[in-house]
């Protein structure tokens, strides 16, 4: 949870040129971007006018 707050911390004040290896999503989810939490979580976000809109924290992928 720490690193999803300081992560946010950057992306407030870096914008798209945050750490984390940022990378613009296509298709449906075009205008977003993906960025990794840790090696298996990442948050899918975009920035909108003054704010960070976050649509997916989390894992991409199901538990086996």
């Known amino acids: ?9 950057y992306i407030d004040i870096n914008g798209y040129e945050c750490t984390g290896n940022p990378e613009p999503l296509s298709g ?4 977003y971007w993906s960025v990794r939490i840790d090696e298996k979580n990442r948050i899918v976000f ?17 538990e086996k």
């Open 46 to 62: 975009r920035i909108f006018e003054n704010s960070i809109e976050i649509i997916q924290c989390g894992s991409q992928y199901s």
């Open 28 to 31: 449906n989810l075009a205008g």
């Open 1 to 9: 949870m720490r690193n999803f707050h300081i992560l946010l911390v």
